[in-house]
C-alpha cells in the first residue's frame, strides 16, 4: 500500500466518523438544551451572577442613610 492509498483510507475513515456522530445526534430524541422552566432558571442564574460578581467589593461597599 503506498502512501497515497493510506490517506484516501485515512480520509474516508475520517468522513465515516463525521457521519457517524451526524447520525447518532440526529436520530437521538432527548433535547438535554430544552427546559420547561426555563424562565426561572434565567432569573436564579441572573442573581446568582450578580451576587457572584459582587462578592470582591463585599468589604469596601458602603450604604448609609442621609442624616
Known amino acids: 500500500m503506498n502512501w497515497g492509498t493510506k490517506i ?3 480520509l474516508a475513515l475520517f468522513m465515516a466518523l ?3 456522530f451526524g447520525v447518532y445526534m440526529v436520530s437521538k430524541d432527548t ?3 430544552v427546559a420547561e422552566d426555563y424562565y426561572e ?6 442573581r446568582l451572577r450578580s451576587t ?3 462578592y470582591p467589593y463585599r468589604d469596601t461597599v458602603l450604604v448609609a442613610p442621609k442624616q
Open 8 to 10: 484516501a483510507l485515512a
Open 18 to 20: 463525521i457521519v457517524s
Open 31 to 33: 433535547d438535554s438544551l
Open 41 to 46: 432558571r434565567g432569573l436564579n442564574y441572573d
Open 52 to 54: 457572584d460578581s459582587m
